[in-house]
């Protein structure tokens, strides 16, 4: 039995989840926890994915392996290899205004059509600015920018600072593509938003260091990787033995969509902490309201996204407040009848990225006597959720994507009243696979694809498909107390 192995390193934890590479039956896994914040010693993610493989019995056996990490984190190196200051993650907003102040140089519609995105603060560029703006002596030493899954990955080769081999730093298109200073299309950096970002002098910018990739202005890239492309372990370590195949790595999104076996058509919803929409297509998307991000895929495709930030936790706050479980909060919500009888929630309890308003509050419309019920309620909470996300799917759609299903995933996801209530939102067939850790096992179908030169075809087992049963008197209401609103 040849076993290959996929790592995802989350913004909580890190898991290993190692496979058959024939039938991509799980064998083995492991876990172990990240610290929280939204600043984080990258030494920790190291540790973490040591305790994580030994968890999961080790490598010894394994041909080949893969990292799938949170996308858009900072981290920044020396010329020796060092990690200069924590990494900021993507829920690090402090680098907000640094975005405002290069859409204000760069201009949106500049930044949709060179790197496929409007950057936010989530995004490393903007964490760059910031970084030149607050820290400066720190942004002067930055010899080379990494994100979370090619730091790992340079690690575990047997790369740092005991081997500071700065040039074997590799990334793939996805995970750059979250950058905005990469071009999904052309698939190259655009090294000159680098150079504005850090403030570097613009001389140092000419065209053979724009061209290649070699230093610019002082700052060193990852080389970019295509979805089959491999290194190796290059000095052998206990957990890492030498001559182990390294596939390219991915950003989360990429390879749960990887995980899933998502391909062009294939709309995914995902409802976690906070929820994301993505659709795998060979469209390349360039929004410059900021809406959709046009992010590249892992396999040679493109991955427009949207994330909202309300999702599972208004159903925990809801089921809550009404004192019922999650079983019990289901069995409510498909007793009340499509619509909740008016009553709609417009979830913004924490503000909302998709759409941009980041001081909005929630807001419950149209109670009466009668439509003010505990199942129209617990109703009302899964269709506002639901309906946010449609809006999400809506945007990616405009952007000449074509979606033939939606793949509902995340914890959520195995609510019966979501499925059901989804089906009658979404204007798509929905399928609900069954739940696991699709960015590992993205990571694992990575590594496979390296180790064999060919991707492979594992089979997803699905859950439930609820009938189609699109409702669209759902979104019309939830539409017109949002645009009432807000």
Sequence with gaps: MTLVAGVDSSTQS???????????????????????????????????????????????????????GQQHGMVVLDAEGRVIRPALLWNDTRSAPAAADLIAEVGAHEFAERTGSVPVASFTLTKLRWLADTEPQNAARVAAVALPHDWLTWRLRGFGPQN?????????????????????????????????????????????????????????????????????????????????????GAGDNAAAALGLDARDGDAVVSIGTSGTVFAVTATPAHDETGTVAGFADASGAYLPLVATLNAARILDSTSALLGVDHAEFARLALEAQPGSDGLVLVPYFEGERTPNLPGATATLGGMTLASTTRPNLARATIEGLLCGL?????????????????????????????????????????????????????????????????????????????????????????????????
Excluded at 31 to 52: F, I, K
Excluded at 183 to 189: E, M
Excluded at 430 to 455: D, H, I, K, M, N
């Design 164 to 248: 500071p081999v700065l040039a074997e730093l590799v990334t793939d298109r996805s995970d750059a593509s979250g950058t905005s200073y990469f071009n999904p299309v052309t698939n190259g950096y655009d090294r000159e938003l680098l150079v504005i970002a850090l403030r570097r002098d613009p001389a140092a910018a000419n065209a053979n260091a724009i061209a290649e990739n070699t230093e610019n202005a002082g700052v060193l890239l990852p080389t970019v990787l295509d979805p089959a492309e491999s290194r190796t372990v290059v000095v052998g370590s206990p957990a890492f033995p030498e001559g182990l195949v390294v596939g390219a």
């Design 14 to 68: 890190c898991k290993v989840v190692i496979r058959d590479l024939e039938s991509g039956t799980v064998v083995r896994t492991g876990r172990a926890t990240h610290p929280e914040g939204t600043e984080v010693d990258p030494e920790n993610w190291w540790q973490a994915l040591l305790a994580a493989v030994d968890d999961a019995g080790g490598l010894a056996d394994v041909a080949a392996l893969a990292v799938g």
């Design 390 to 486: 449609a809006d999400g799917l809506e945007a990616i759609l405009a952007q000449g994507v074509a979606a033939r299903r939606v793949l509902l995933i995340g914890g959520a996801a195995q609510n019966p009243a979501v499925g059901a209530i989804a089906a009658q939102v979404f204007d798509l067939p929905v399928v609900v696979p069954q739940p696991a850790e699709y960015v590992a096992a993205g990571a694992a179908a990575q590594a496979a694809w390296a180790l064999t030169g060919s991707r492979p075809t594992w089979p997803i087992a699905m859950v439930s498909e609820p009938p189609r049963d699109y409702r669209p008197l759902i979104r019309e209401q939830y539409s017109a107390l949002a645009r009432s609103r807000y």
